[in-house]
C-alpha cells in the first residue's frame, strides 16, 4: 500500500522558518522524482520544488528561490522542504508528490499558515 505521509506544518510569523516532511512507503522511493506542490484557497495547485531521484539535482518555482530548499535521504525515504523567509503569500496546503513516468502518487497535505 503506498502512502506519502506529510507533517512539520503549522502557524509561523512572517520571516519564521517551517521543515516540512514526507515519509514514503509502499514503493520504491529512490526510482521516483519527489515534488512539493501547495494549493492556496481559490487557486490552482502550483508546484513549488521538485528533486531528482538518484543525483537529487533540484528545482524551483521563481517565488521561493533562495528561500526554501528541497531534500531527499532515498536511506529513509523521505523528502523535506526547508522554508525559510516565509510570507502570507506561502499561506498554503502542502502536498508531496512522488512520479516515475505515468506512475504517481499524491499525499493528503499539511497546512502551513504564515501571519502575524
Known amino acids: 500500500q503506498v502512502q506519502l505521509v506529510e507533517s512539520g506544518g503549522g502557524l509561523v510569523q512572517p520571516g519564521g522558518s517551517l521543515r516540512l516532511s514526507c515519509a514514503a512507503s509502499g514503493f520504491t522511493f529512490n526510482s521516483y522524482a519527489m515534488s512539493w506542490y501547495r494549493q492556496a484557497p481559490g487557486k490552482e495547485r502550483e508546484l513549488v520544488a521538485v528533486i531528482t531521484s538518484v543525483a537529487g539535482f533540484a528545482n524551483y518555482a521563481d517565488s521561493v528561490k533562495g528561500r526554501f530548499t528541497i531534500s531527499r535521504d532515498n536511506a529513509k525515504n523521505t523528502v523535506y522542504l526547508q522554508m525559510n523567509s516565509l510570507k502570507p503569500e506561502d499561506t498554503a496546503v502542502y502536498y508531496c508528490?512522488?512520479?516515475?513516468?505515468?506512475?504517481?502518487?499524491w499525499g493528503q497535505g499539511t497546512q502551513v499558515t504564515v501571519s502575524s
Open positions: 508528490h512522488a512520479v516515475r513516468w505515468s506512475s504517481g502518487y
